[in-house]
């Protein structure tokens, strides 16, 4: 790429005036930075505004290297050789790697630079890092499956050691585990394996970033972040006490963000969220739990704070959606993508919480764990094995088998892996789609109602009412009966649309919005959910009024409100609005 070689000479010539451009890299390190480095520079042309940095490393002999960069923003890196001194204008260009690309080569002695470069006006961050090619542990046995089961089973293979948990990546294709003491890798489709050391204490859990950027290893002692695929350290989070700054135990952690950023739940203390650039931690105040779930890029996690409690919180806003406490203790739970809810699953306990105000949850045939795929499609294990559950009547998956555990994939090349007893793992991959034709609008729009949720917690109006349209146009064109819980759905997509047609003060909209809700209301059962729409949608009604300048029709309409029971906050605005 000659186009890029006024930009080595430049970083070269800053290294040797002592401006500190190149940073030294060594092979078997991994860095991390939030951005790329915004610098101004002299070319023939002129001054110019880029972002880039660059690393130089060198070569005592030939070494097999592998070079990842892995990036959330546009990223190069051009790996060139720089020959002996005064090499500015003598390098020999070896390869351009693109950000979510490895490069894997033979290189023999000598100095080398790399060079990272961004777009100019944005700031990209990127992990990079340059091992030797990791040789793995073991290799793993294929496992025998009593019925051959359909095409959908790509993999079938013994593990080292019966684990206590499991996680599978975002593609599906590299699976963690561990049983309290040891922590393990797996190439699902190669069958190898690599032991991943943990920080001293009794391993808590394995997880993947959700850009498959690193594996992690949480133990009692910290959690120790691998990069991906090279399996080098990059760095351990560990939880400290805010005023001594004296390390916590740590009790589980979960992905936050799409990036890098973890949610650390100490033994004794808050959660914080924490990424590894130099900002302060967030903290979610007197949230002392002992498990953690997540659904990083929709933005909350599950907090399990005791053994029957729990709490779903929206990371923005840092507030609840809901709390709950059941009545048994959940043996596992898994939070929802697509909307704040969760599966509990325990002997005597199998159901699903919906923590939006005005939601309901619904009671699931009795399951030992389960998942959920990207889309918002449930799967679980019961006594006959695994199935889809989103649907009323499972979808069974075959062979059957007898599951103690269970990891769903997050991407959209859907993978599902299945732990016997026995230590046995079985890889489904299925169709980028739903088992049944129906459930596609389902799924889409369960997941249009989180973005638009998303949307309206961090202000962005137009966007969260877009959102809400879609819902309703999709629960619109489905056949009734495909879900006991549309009608609710249904009434919560035009209250949120109604809202948020208010906020972009289109009165008018507003007002039609809040009109339909009242008939959806109207023909919801006896119950909380009719009084709560009903009365919410008269006082969207008269809202809109109001603030288009007719309050002496909307007066009466709020009065209608309070009678339907009107509650809360909107209680009190319209009790004013409606005094003389």
Do not use: C
């Not at 959940?330 to 306990?349: C, I, N, W």
């Not at 990207?374 to 889809?388: K, T």
């Amino acid at each position: 790429m000659r186009r890029y070689a006024w930009l080595f000479g430049v970083l070269l010539m800053g290294a040797a005036m002592g401006q500190e451009e190149v940073v030294p890299l060594r092979v078997g390190q991994a860095l991390w930075r939030a951005e790329v480095t915004p610098r101004t520079i002299t070319t023939p042309d002129g001054e110019r505004q880029i972002r880039a940095d660059a690393f130089a490393f060198t070569l005592a002999e030939p070494t097999d290297i592998r070079l990842t960069l892995r990036s959330y923003g546009a990223v190069v890196a051009t790996l060139n050789q720089v020959v002996g001194e005064g090499a500015a204008e003598e390098r020999t260009e070896l390869a351009t790697v693109d950000a979510a690309q490895s490069y894997e080569r033979t290189l023999g002695a000598g100095d080398y630079l790399i060079v990272v470069i961004g777009a100019p006006i944005s700031s990209a961050g990127y992990l990079l890092a340059l091992a030797e090619p990791a040789e793995f542990d073991a290799r793993l046995e294929r496992g025998v499956l009593a019925q051959p089961g359909r095409d959908e089973v790509v993999a079938s293979w013994l593990l080292p050691f019966v684990p206590t948990a499991i996680a599978l990546s975002p593609s599906g294709h590299w699976a963690a585990a561990h049983d309290g003491q040891q922590a393990w890798l797996f190439d699902l489709d190669a069958g190898a394996a690599w032991r991943l050391a943990a920080e001293p204490g009794p391993v808590r859990r394995v997880l993947f970033s959700p850009g498959e950027w690193v594996v992690t290893v949480a133990s009692s002692g910290g959690a120790r972040l691998y990069s991906l695929p090279d399996l080098v350290p990059l760095m351990t989070m560990r939880p400290t006490d805010r005023a001594t700054g004296e390390p916590l135990e740590l009790a589980d952690v979960a992905f936050w963000n799409p990036e890098l950023g973890l949610t650390l739940l100490p033994t004794e203390g808050n959660a914080s969220f924490v990424d590894p650039n130099p900002e302060p931690a967030l903290e979610v105040v007197a949230s002392a739990g002992v498990a953690l779930d997540s659904a990083p890029e929709s933005g909350w996690i599950a907090l399990r704070r005791g053994p029957n409690e729990f709490s779903i919180i929206d990371i923005d806003s840092q507030q609840a959606f809901g709390e709950i406490t059941f009545g048994r203790a959940p043996e596992h739970f898994s939070v929802s993508p697509t909307e704040p809810a969760m599966l509990v699953t325990g002997p005597g306990l199998s159901q699903i919480w919906r923590a939006a105000p005005g939601t309901e949850g619904w009671q699931v045939p009795p399951l030992r764990v389960g998942g959920w795929s990207y889309d918002g499609r449930l799967y679980a294990a019961d006594d006959e094995g695994v199935a889809q559950f989103l649907l009323n009547n499972p979808i069974r998956l075959r062979p059957s088998l007898d599951v103690e555990l269970l990891a769903v994939n997050s991407g959209p090349l859907l993978r599902i892996m299945a732990v016997r007893a026995d230590g046995q793992a079985v890889v489904w991959e299925l169709d980028d789609g739903p088992a049944d034709g129906a459930e596609s609008p389902l799924a889409r729009a369960r997941s249009a109602y989180a973005a638009g949720l998303a949307a309206f917690n961090r202000g962005d109006w137009a966007d969260a009412h877009v959102q809400f349209v879609i819902v309703r146009d999709l629960i619109e064109r489905m056949p009734p009966g495909l879900d006991p819980d549309l009608p609710l759905v249904e009434a919560m997509a035009w209250l949120r649309a109604s809202q948020a047609s208010y906020m972009l003060r289109d009165w008018d909209g507003s007002r039609a919005e809040a009109e339909r809700l009242i008939e959806l209301a109207a023909a919801l059962p006896e119950g909380e959910e009719r009084t709560f729409y009903r009365a919410m949608g008269l006082y969207r009604q008269a809202d809109a009024l109001w603030e288009a300048g007719d309050q002496a029709a909307a007066r009466p309409i709020y009065q209608r409100a309070l009678d339907a029971g009107l509650t809360g906050a909107a209680a009190a605005d319209a009790q004013q609005k409606v005094a003389p």
